[in-house]
Structures are given as C-alpha cells and as structure tokens.
C-alpha cells in the first residue's frame, strides 16, 4: 500500500479515531478472536472499511455490539442476537429494546452510513448486563460480561488492566466491589442460578490479587501484619485485596486466610510479634469482641519495652462491636492506611 495514501487514511478516515478491535474486546469484555467471528459470521463488522490490515471501530460499531453483548447475556444464542442488533440498527426491530446509555437517545448511524463522530463514555456506564450494576465504571461493564460468559482470558486481562491502570485499592473499591456485589444480588434473587458465575469471579479476582502483588517476605527483624478471619468466617477476598495493598506498598504481612481457630490464632501473634493484626468477619454471627480484646491485650518483648499490636476489626461483621482500641476502618483505604502507620510505627 502506498505510505501517503496510509496517512491520508490514518488522517481522515475512521482508523484516526476508531478503536481496534483489541480496545474494542476490552471494553466489552470478550475475547479478540470473539468480535472477529462476530464479524465474519453474523456482519458485525465495522461500518466503514479501510484498507490494510488495521481496522477501527467507531461509537456506532461499538454500540452494536454492546447490544450484541446485551442480548446473549441473557442466553440468547449468537446468531439469533446478531439478528436482532442488526435488524433495531435498521429500524427494522423485532421488538427487543435497543440498549440504554441512561437514558440518552439512540444515535447511531444506519448500517453503511458514515458514522458521526461523537464522545465515548470512558469511565462510568449503566451497563446492560442484566446484573443491576448502575453507574459504575466502564470497566465494570466488561468484568461482569467477562464473568457471565465464563470466559476465563478475557476476565483476567480484564482484572490485570484495572488494577495496573487505577491501583489495587482504587480497582478494588471501584470496579472489583461493584460487580461481587451485582453477582451476589443476582444470586440471592434469582434461586440457585448465578451461583457458577459468582464463584468464577471470586476465583479469577483472587488470582488477579495475588499475581500483583506477591507477598512481601516477613522476618523477626521486621515489623509485619498478621490478617486472619475469625473462628467460622470464611469470606476471604476482602482480607486478599488488603494482603495485597500492603504488599503492594512493600509491607510484609503474614495472611491465615479464612476461619482461623482462636487458639491457633493467638499462637500466631505471640510467635510474630506483629505491630498490627487484622480480623475479618462477615456477619454479626461471626464478630467476636472478647477475642478481638484479647488478642489486643497480647505483650511480648524484654521487660519495660513490651509491645502490643493493633487490632483493626474488618468488615460488616463488627458493626456495633467496636470497643476503645479497636479501630474499625470504613473500607480498604483506611485500612491500608492504619496498617502501614502501625507497621511503618
């Protein structure tokens, strides 16, 4: 191909502005060889054609296959959904709804129109997943189709791209904790359905945790943290996210995972020394003040230089628990925050 008529085309034509086909699979959280076999099976390829091998895709193609996306979400098989995106692009609808951008009207081109330019919601979106996820980040949108497919490399590219572009704690709190909860809320409405879905995220989220950020080695000449769930509380996934953060910012901490017995968790502390210890429950059911208590009440070191740790109570559990000397951080933040301030001391 001639090299002017390559800028022309990258200068005027939608390759300039467009998306490729990898930015678009992220977004929606299927694999690149997916959009590809859309397109060569059922024509949902981009609405103008360049030459040479780069393809973009413009808002209009995007939102086609968001629809796209939307429709086999809820179990409808490809070629059927493809039929139907492209028949509502039409204005040929066969009474499915088109997608809602929050309720912002429809303007997309006709098919082999060209397509106007118009701005691309990067951040926030009301996905049309079916999971009731509201106003959420973008990203959020590809994690739960990712999931809802069970399609294992996208939802790990997904997971990776979040955390490395916003931060553990920021992809944790604004795109991980979103779509747990929107899974969990289908599951607890819907019967037994969703069930494979949730565990499948909670999985892949936990490898995508621990591959950030390895542990972060601990000695006796360090001070470190210890993190543990209380006696029959195995929720675990908060506690990975905050082993993770502080690992993250090279604290050494010591992670016992979920329904530590008692005994064996005051045997840790004694053994560790930690400066600071956290203790993760879930329900009021699980929440235990005296043990929190006690544990705080541990001393080690020579005589008039004993120290004790810091016990922070995590989670919903400790509602209305807490007791003086006990600080119970509001989110993953704050308790990286009081960790590191413990463990930095």
């Given at each position: 191909?001639?090299?002017?008529?390559?800028?022309t085309?990258a200068?005027?034509?939608?390759?300039?502005?467009?998306?490729?086909?990898?930015?678009?699979?992220?977004?929606?959280?299927?694999?690149?060889?997916?959009?590809?076999?859309?397109?060569r099976?059922?024509?949902?390829?981009?609405?103008?054609?360049?030459?040479?091998?780069?393809?973009?895709?413009?808002?209009?193609?995007?939102?086609?296959?968001?629809?796209?996306?939307?429709?086999?979400a809820?179990?409808?098989?490809?070629?059927?959904?493809?039929?139907?995106?492209?028949?509502?692009?039409?204005?040929?609808?066969?009474?499915?709804?088109?997608?809602?951008?929050?309720?912002?009207?429809?303007?997309?081109?006709?098919?082999?129109?060209?397509?106007?330019?118009?701005?691309?919601?990067?951040?926030?979106?009301?996905?049309?997943?079916?999971?009731?996820?509201?106003?959420?980040?973008?990203?959020c949108?590809?994690?739960?189709?990712?999931?809802?497919?069970?399609?294992?490399?996208?939802?790990?590219?997904?997971?990776?791209?979040?955390?490395?572009?916003?931060?553990?704690?920021?992809?944790?709190?604004?795109?991980?904790?979103?779509?747990?909860?929107?899974?969990?809320?289908?599951?607890?409405?819907?019967?037994?359905?969703?069930?494979?879905?949730?565990?499948?995220?909670?999985?892949?989220?936990?490898?995508?945790?621990?591959?950030?950020?390895?542990?972060?080695?601990?000695?006796?000449?360090?001070?470190?943290?210890v993190?543990?769930?209380?006696?029959?509380?195995?929720?675990?996934?908060?506690?990975?996210?905050?082993?993770?953060?502080?690992?993250?910012?090279?604290?050494?901490?010591?992670?016992?995972?979920?329904?530590?017995?008692?005994?064996?968790?005051?045997?840790?502390?004694r053994?560790?020394?930690?400066?600071?210890?956290?203790?993760?429950?879930?329900?009021?059911?699980?929440?235990?003040?005296?043990l929190?208590?006690?544990?705080?009440?541990?001393?080690?070191?020579?005589?008039?230089?004993?120290?004790?740790?810091?016990?922070?109570?995590?989670?919903?559990?400790?509602?209305?628990q807490?007791?003086?000397?006990?600080?119970?951080?509001a989110?993953?933040?704050?308790?990286?925050?009081?960790?590191?301030?413990?463990?930095?001391?």
């Amino acid at each position: 191909m001639d090299p002017n008529k390559r800028q022309t085309d990258a200068a005027n034509g939608p390759r300039g502005g467009g998306l490729t086909t990898g930015e678009v699979a992220r977004r929606l959280g299927v694999a690149p060889t997916t959009i590809r076999s859309w397109d060569r099976r059922y024509g949902l390829g981009p609405t103008a054609h360049t030459g040479g091998r780069h393809r973009r895709w413009t808002p209009g193609d995007l939102a086609r296959l968001q629809h796209m996306c939307a429709l086999t979400a809820t179990g409808l098989p490809p070629s059927e959904a493809a039929r139907l995106a492209l028949d509502e692009e039409d204005g040929e609808s066969a009474g499915m709804p088109p997608p809602s951008d929050g309720g912002a009207p429809d303007t997309r081109p006709a098919r082999g129109a060209a397509a106007a330019p118009r701005p691309v919601t990067r951040f926030r979106s009301r996905a049309g997943t079916g999971l009731g996820l509201g106003d959420v980040r973008q990203e959020c949108k590809g994690v739960a189709r990712a999931a809802l497919r069970l399609d294992a490399t996208a939802l790990d590219a997904l997971l990776r791209d979040a955390i490395e572009q916003h931060g553990l704690v920021a992809a944790w709190t604004e795109v991980i904790m979103p779509t747990l909860q929107a899974v969990g809320r289908k599951w607890e409405s819907s019967g037994e359905r969703y069930v494979e879905v949730e565990h499948f995220l909670s999985w892949h989220v936990s490898c995508a945790l621990r591959r950030h950020a390895p542990p972060v080695p601990a000695d006796s000449s360090r001070a470190s943290a210890v993190l543990a769930c209380v006696p029959a509380e195995n929720h675990t996934l908060p506690l990975e996210a905050l082993a993770g953060a502080l690992a993250e910012r090279g604290l050494p901490v010591r992670m016992f995972g979920g329904a530590l017995p008692a005994e064996s968790l005051v045997t840790a502390v004694r053994r560790t020394g930690p400066a600071a210890v956290g203790l993760w429950a879930q329900s009021r059911t699980t929440a235990s003040r005296p043990l929190a208590q006690h544990v705080s009440a541990i001393e080690w070191g020579v005589r008039g230089a004993r120290r004790k740790p810091v016990v922070l109570t995590l989670g919903p559990g400790w509602a209305g628990q807490t007791s003086p000397g006990l600080p119970r951080p509001a989110g993953l933040a704050e308790a990286v925050a009081a960790v590191e301030s413990a463990v930095r001391g």
